[in-house]
């Protein structure tokens, strides 16, 4: 499965950077995506314990993500 989901430690550090220059509003805008991204994760993986390919899961994950995260995986990785 190409399901990603594992932030780095140096992308969560330098996140942090980010976050302190961000006014208000970007906060909450900031906070309101990440639980987006997380929702459409858990989405996935109760996708997956549905029993459906790996295929049909990552094309949901994919649709509840559009324009909300970077890259094909909702902005996630993590290993195969």
């Known amino acids: 499965m190409k399901l990603h989901h594992t932030l780095g430690l140096a992308l969560f550090l330098a996140a942090g950077g980010v976050w302190a220059q961000h ?10 995506r990440h639980r987006a991204m997380a929702a459409a994760h858990e989405a996935a993986a109760k996708c997956l314990e549905s029993g ?19 890259g094909k995986y909702c902005g996630m990785k993590h290993e195969h």
């Open 23 to 32: 006014s208000d509003k970007e906060m909450k805008e900031d906070i309101a």
């Open 52 to 70: 459906k390919k790996d295929e049909v899961c990552e094309k949901e994950l994919q649709a509840a993500c559009k324009g909300l995260a970077i």
